[in-house]
């Protein structure tokens, strides 16, 4: 799920908002395991290695129900070799390496601008910063959007003309279409960002 998240700091650039996001970072993959084992933010997690599997065959059968499920004919220690995540340390057992601040995978990684670039709408003369556009965003035209800025900067009132002209579209596009085809046009309108 992605979502947006407002990170107030007292300066204007990067790295305040890396700094005060730091503790909560826990996408583990991109670290090697050394790594994982001297970074403070990190404990390891002991699991039941059996129960762990089963879950995980429990949980791929789900996504496929129809399919043979190829996991039956492997040991739980096989799988676990083979899964970059659960690590045997000595002395310890089957874990992995976790960042209890994370929430696990619920915060895993952040991007400043991403699907919502140029969302805050600026003032005139005042300074903003645009991050990097998402997957399927394209960075803002209009030099007044940005997606960092001073609180006194921006225009928070154009942001909510902007977003009841959203909500709007989508609702008169809800209302021309068939009521089996409303509940998308209705995620878009409650996920249309209204500040």
């Known amino acids: 799920m992605h979502f947006k998240v407002l990170v107030v700091g007292t300066q204007l650039g990067w790295g305040e908002v890396d700094e005060l996001l730091f503790p909560f970072f826990c996408y583990f993959d991109i670290y090697p395991i050394e790594q994982r084992r001297e970074d403070p933010r990190f404990i390891f997690g002991k699991v039941v290695l059996e129960e762990e599997f089963n879950e995980f065959k429990l949980a791929n059968k789900l996504r496929n129900p129809n399919s043979e499920n190829e996991y039956e004919k492997e040991t739980a220690e096989d799988w676990a070799k083979r899964n970059p995540y659960i690590i045997y340390e000595k002395d310890q057992g089957w874990g992995f390496w976790r960042n209890p601040q994370g929430k696990g995978a619920k915060w895993d990684w952040y991007l400043i601008g991403g699907r919502w670039t140029g969302f805050f709408i600026l003032k005139q003369q005042t300074e ?19 997606d960092q800025a001073r609180k006194c900067g921006i225009n928070w009132e154009a942001m909510r003309k902007r977003a009841r002209e959203k909500a709007e579209q989508y609702w008169d596009e809800a209302k021309q279409m068939p009521e089996s085809e409303r509940s998308s046009a209705t995620r878009r309108l409650i996920f249309s960002g209204l500040p």
């Not at 903003?128 to 940005?146: H, K, M, N, Q, Y």
């Open 128 to 146: 903003g910063l645009v991050g990097i556009p998402g997957l399927f965003t394209e960075s803002p035209t209009d030099l007044r959007e940005a």
